[in-house]
């Protein structure tokens, strides 16, 4: 004997509501851990580095110096005009950058953070065995 349709409505409506319920509890562990990523002291020291860099006028007129140099070896080589001494510059440029004490921590702060992304990251693929946020969302990998 077949079901009469509002006792199968009601399975359906119950099977949806737990589907809605595990969503809800996966999307909600995700802001979770997204608060708790904020929260730790490597996101912290990056966010304090990243605004010392910014209010920095000598680091900013040396990023926007080595972004223009790039810029124009960049043009250069793709235009079969760079040179190695285009190069040498650009790289002269770039160290004089981060040698610059704001962005030494900004940089240091940089790897520690991507260190610990990198860490949440291998925790999640082991569960799902997948590299979580290299291939995750990918459609096309070899």
Do not use: W
């Not at 929260?39 to 990023?63: G, K, L, R, T, Y």
């Not at 040498?88 to 040698?99: D, F, G, I, M, S």
């Not at 291998?122 to 459609?139: N, P, T």
């Amino acid at each position: 004997m077949q079901m009469p349709i509002s006792g199968r409505l009601k399975q359906v409506r119950s099977v949806y509501e737990t589907m809605s319920v595990e969503t809800a509890t996966l999307e909600d562990l995700g802001r979770q851990l997204g608060e708790q990523i904020a929260d730790s002291p490597e996101h912290e020291a990056f966010v304090e580095a990243n605004e010392a860099v910014e209010n920095s006028a000598e680091a900013q007129e040396m990023i926007r110096e080595f972004e223009e140099l790039r810029h124009e070896f960049m043009v250069d080589r793709e235009a079969g005009r760079a040179d190695r001494e285009s190069m040498r510059e650009v790289q002269a440029a770039q160290r004089e950058l981060h040698n610059l004490p704001v962005m030494e921590e900004y940089l240091e702060a940089q790897e520690a953070l991507q260190e610990r992304l990198e860490s949440v990251n291998m925790a999640i693929s082991e569960e799902l065995a997948v590299d979580f946020g290299g291939e995750a969302g990918g459609c096309c990998q070899d």
